[in-house]
């Protein structure tokens, strides 16, 4: 049974970086061929895709995020991470990390994070 745990500060300053960690067991992040994910949830809105490292290293940014994120990982603690530089309150979201699959061209999210919340005040 694959288990994703988040960690992070829930509260951060506009302009600061937000970092977040996954930790991941019960299988190895370089595994062919999933891709692991930061998804959030803003307040009264809908899930957003936010970036992806995939097994072989590779990274995949939302465009509209594109400037501000950077994903990497560390295969030694089986760990990736999200970083979200100059924040606004609008970053404010529950923040998941996920495991992805591609079926068909398709992505499916098999196994989350029970998300972490990250409120940017002032």
């Known amino acids: 049974q694959v288990q994703l745990q988040e960690s992070g500060p829930g509260l951060v300053k506009p302009a600061q970086t937000l970092s977040l960690a996954c930790t991941v067991s019960?299988?190895?992040?370089?595994?062919?061929?999933?891709?692991w994910v930061w998804i959030r949830q803003p307040p009264g809105k809908g899930l957003e895709w936010v970036g992806a490292i995939a097994y072989d290293g590779s990274l995949d940014y939302s465009p509209s995020l594109k400037s501000r994120t950077s994903i990497s990982r560390d295969t030694s603690k089986n760990q990736f991470t999200l970083q979200l530089s100059s924040v606004t309150p609008e970053d404010t979201a529950l923040y998941y990390c996920?495991?992805?699959?591609?079926?068909?061209?398709?992505?499916?999210?098999?196994?989350w994070g029970q998300g972490t919340q990250v409120t940017v005040y002032s």
């Open positions: 019960g299988g190895s992040i370089t595994t062919n061929y999933y891709s």
């Open positions: 996920t495991r992805q699959e591609t079926w068909y061209g398709r992505p499916f999210y098999d196994y």
